[in-house]
């Protein structure tokens, strides 16, 4: 086999379609798909050494398999994580870095601007296992600093939050965790791995779920968590192995396949999202539009400072009520009504009544979800026809 040993020097687009990549003895071209469940060992001592850690190699593929393998590794080398960890969905991601090192007793603070998800493990199963959590806004750096205390073990936040768009400060907030001896975790999922770089800015731990624009192309689920070797080996690890949350060894396959051409589709729906973003700010029907690249983002300094582009995910109010809102909605023809995101297919969603409808009303109403809210995941189709589709609706 070819040694590459100076993967880390390599520039983000090879780091894409060749970081990780291990090839069977057969020397195929295209990372193989290994779907299998278990492995078998030339005698007994050998199995005793691959489980008493020995030998290096493959166990059981609850725990780790090639095909998963190369996809942590190839998320690593891009993240400049020491270590990734591969599993079944993103919420699975977000749901194991939290609980593979907090305690009842414990205290986490979050951002209270979350995926609903995330919303629901913070505020429903953390109280449930005896862990305080405090949410903030999480645009307010002292509201982060009046929250965090000694108790503090963990921090959460979400940057571009889901669905308004609200950006938060990571290096404040990883600076102030810090003081406090907090660990930070990002879901960086709005931005994928291109857009913002967590670890660079401080964050101890990043989450994924790569079905959004990992995938890209809305077929399979999955999710991954980064960090240190310490924090992978030693608290994620064991936990993923002993409870389950393995990513099938189709989807990383996928995953893998869909990160060869993540920063070309990245570029692509960041060119298109500016054009609609610069459409909609125009139109009288519409009241607003939030948009990180668009200047009248009320954190566009902020947007600058972390991010190297604008994203996919715009968020905008029309004028007039949900019977205006669904109207809209209904007439479109190319855009497709969908609580996804992060696809090749440009999707709509009415947040107030889907991905948000969990949330209690006055919740609702402080992350701006009103029932004129709609969140836009632009896609790779031609910007003028997505514009000419949204010009026909709204008219
Ligand atoms: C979709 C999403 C998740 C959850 O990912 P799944 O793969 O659907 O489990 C978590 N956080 C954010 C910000 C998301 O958009």
Known sequence: MKQNTNKSKWKQATKLVRGGTMRSQWGETSEALFLNSGF??????????????????????????????????????????????????????VFAAIMCQIRAGDHVVSSRALFSSCHYILTELLPRWGVEVTLVDGR??????????KKTKLVFL??????????????????????????????????????QKPLELGADIVVYSTTKHIDGQGRTLGGAVLGTSKFIDDELVPFHRHTGPALSPFNAWVALKGL?????????????????????????????????GLKSHPQYALAKKQTSGGGNMIAFYVKGNKRSAFAFLNKLEIIDISNTLGDAKSLITHPATTTHFSLKPEDRKKFGITDTLLRLSVGLEDADDLIADLKKALG
């Open 158 to 195: 979400e940057s571009p939050s889901n669905p308004a768009l609200e950006l938060i400060d990571i290096a404040a907030v990883a600076k102030l965790a810090h003081k406090a001896g907090a660990r930070l975790i990002v879901d960086n999922v709005f931005c994928s791995p291109l857009l």
């Open 140 to 149: 307010d750096v002292s509201a982060w600093k009046k929250a965090l205390s």
């Open 260 to 292: 060869e051409t993540l920063d070309l589709r990245m570029a692509q729906h960041g060119k298109n999202a500016m054009k609609v973003a610069e459409f909609l700010e125009k139109h009288k029907k519409i009241e607003k539009v939030i948009y990180p």
């Open 40 to 93: 078998c060992y030339d005698n007994a001592e050998t199995a005793e050494k691959r489980f008493n850690g020995e030998e290096p190699g493959f166990v059981y593929s609850r725990y780790l398999n090639p095909t998963l393998a190369m996809l942590e590794q190839r998320m690593a080398l891009l993240e400049g994580a020491e270590r990734c960890c591969v599993v079944a969905s993103g919420m699975a991601a």
